[in-house]
């Protein structure tokens, strides 16, 4: 199967511009600079609530490339692949903000270790890590994944904003599984046992695993990049992590994923 076959199928009969603005040079256009985007998120009317739901279905669904299509959309109609719509960040800040509280109540946390529980989670393991995950990988796609193209055309790159969709994307299953399945098994996973080491282990290592896949799809989208399986090696430096520390339980060598975040965020 030929490249341009594996990647997200779009509708025929669009061509993509042979002289892109500068926004397709990684610029963001005016419409979702960074000011307006903030604006918006301080206007509930002004974010298509149902719209982010849907896509936040859509990645929990088996075809979760599909959530890509919006993009190609983007593309065709305002020529720029991010979203200008920040309904799908503030629903995930209020997700996130949610399973703090509740995790906190379940570890009766003081106020000062939810707060802090809350902000590494929001501040630091979203949009902080989630920020130099967008960077790091849109610059390894623009400096060593973009296809070679014709003299006529001008070279596209990938945008900032694109990238860090990209992330919240990729991060939204991890969500679900280590702040959403794992505090129902809390009881289980926080044991002592080999089974509660497996169950902890494999959720993490799914969970990361997923989101490197998910990333993986993002920038698959792009028709511009090639190669992008580059995205997928960090899975296989999970699996490994994940089955050394199988083989190396009986020599009190595992580590249980759960519990070792239990003692960072709640010292328990």
Request: aromatic letters at 14%.
């Amino acid at each position: 199967m030929s490249e341009r076959k594996s990647r997200l199928a779009v509708p025929p009969g669009n061509d993509y511009p042979s002289a892109p603005s500068s926004s397709s040079r990684g610029a963001i256009p005016r419409s979702s600079s960074t000011a307006a985007y903030l604006v918006r998120l301080t206007d509930v009317r002004q974010m298509d609530i149902q719209a982010a739901l849907d896509q936040m279905k859509t990645l929990l669904s088996t075809r979760p490339q599909s959530v890509y299509k919006t993009a190609y959309y983007r593309k065709q109609t305002k020529n720029h692949w991010a979203r200008d719509d920040p309904a799908f960040c503030a629903l995930t800040a209020c997700f996130l903000l949610v399973a703090c509280i509740a995790y906190s109540v379940a570890f009766r946390a003081p106020i000062s270790t939810a707060l802090a529980f809350s902000f590494n989670s929001i501040i630091v393991n979203w949009l902080v890590c989630g920020v130099i995950v967008a960077t790091v990988t849109r610059e390894i796609a623009n400096r060593h994944l973009t296809a070679q193209q014709s003299s006529t055309h001008v070279r596209q790159t990938v945008e900032w904003w694109y990238a860090f969709d990209i992330h919240c994307n990729a991060f939204f299953p991890l969500f679900c599984l280590l702040w959403g399945v794992q505090f129902f098994l809390l009881p289980l996973v926080l044991g002592k046992s080999f089974l509660a080491l497996i169950v902890s282990n494999t959720l993490y290592a799914a969970a990361l695993s997923y989101y490197w896949y998910i990333t993986h799809l993002g920038y698959r989208a792009l028709p511009f990049l090639s190669n992008t399986e580059v995205y997928l090696f960090p899975i296989a430096a999970i699996l490994l992590v994940y089955a050394l520390n199988l083989i190396g339980y009986p020599f009190n060598f595992g580590w249980n994923a759960s519990r070792l975040a239990s003692i960072i965020y709640f010292d328990s």
